[in-house]
């Protein structure tokens, strides 16, 4: 018989200090019947400490394709499923994207207990802008010609950009980001939540120098201020295009002339007389 109370539950954990665990998550935890997780050695820790015994289930990259399956008709059949992932929360560079994707696909009950996660943690104390951000996860271990055309992708964008980085390749993506992005602000966030936690900061010519230094060890985030040159450069014909979308989509005049005048670092009589020109066209 098929009990219709099954349900997927992605559970963020902490990404250090166990304390960081939230008491819904607790209570998931406690009440699922099976627990998904990455490395059972890692989920095993997290959960003797909060005295929790489960069935745990190994969904791992490279074999995400073959386990979703299985996991989803035991949420179908009436299981309550947990999906964690080493730290943080699952689906954030990890294969709990796969999973979840499963889940909707084939119509079964979602939930998410939220919890820490180290994209967010590193940008709320890089000290760099949070109002616009575009994560990139990990840079890819491929050749530098790719490696390059990704990072040339990204050199325009204007929100503080975030990369999760690891202790063997930190220089060299340094270096490469350096020579790609030109330099700019940014901060290293290390260990976040643990006892060696650090947070770096300076332009990313200083960073590369404490790199060159001495050897940081540990999880890291990267965060890197967003491309200021451009936004210096937008032409009054660019500025009017924005202009004209934004008026398309409902907002008003005054607010969208004052909005890109305020993101893109441009004069607002400029852009007002601009406007101008262009209705007695
Ligand atoms: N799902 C996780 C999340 O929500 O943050 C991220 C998983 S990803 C496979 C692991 C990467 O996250 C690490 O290589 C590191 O870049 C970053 N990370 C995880 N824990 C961290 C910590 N305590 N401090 C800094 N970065 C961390």
Not at 7 to 16: F, Q
Not at 18 to 39: K, M, N, Y
Not at 58 to 64: A, D, L
Not at 116 to 126: N, R, Y
Request: hydrophobic share 40%; with cysteine; proline share 2%.
């Amino acid at each position: 018989m098929v009990k219709d109370d099954g349900c997927l539950y992605l559970v963020g954990t902490p990404i250090g200090n166990l304390e960081d665990i939230s008491l819904r998550a607790v209570r998931i935890l406690g009440e699922t019947d099976f627990i998904a997780c990455e490395d059972t050695r890692e989920t095993l820790k997290l959960l003797n400490h909060l005295g929790i015994s489960k069935k745990l289930i190994s969904y791992q990259k490279y074999s995400e394709n073959e386990k979703k399956s299985y996991l989803i008709d035991l949420v179908e059949a009436g299981n309550k499923v947990s999906l964690v992932s080493d730290a943080g929360m699952p689906g954030i560079s990890d294969p709990g994207e796969i999973l979840v994707k499963e889940a909707w696909g084939r119509g079964v009950r979602v939930e998410v207990i939220p919890g820490p996660s180290a994209v967010i943690s590193g940008l709320v104390i890089s000290g760099l802008s949070t109002t616009n951000f575009y994560f990139h996860g990990f840079l890819p271990k491929s050749k530098v010609k790719e490696r390059e055309a990704v990072l040339s992708s990204l050199k325009d964008i204007r929100a503080t950009l975030i990369f999760y980085i690891t202790p063997h390749s930190i220089q060299k993506d340094l270096q490469l980001l350096l020579k790609i992005l030109g330099n700019r602000n940014g901060a290293i966030a290390r260990e976040l939540t643990k006892f060696y936690e650090e947070v770096i900061r300076g332009t990313l010519e200083e960073l590369l120098q404490v790199v060159e230094s001495r050897t940081l060890k540990g999880e890291m985030v990267l965060i890197l201020e967003g491309n200021q040159v451009t936004a210096k450069v937008m032409s009054l014909e660019e500025q009017y295009k924005l202009y004209q979308i934004m008026v398309g989509s409902g907002i008003n005049s005054k607010e969208a002339i004052k909005t890109i005048s305020t993101d893109y670092n441009v004069s607002k009589n400029k852009l007002y007389e601009y406007i101008l020109e262009k209705k007695e066209e």
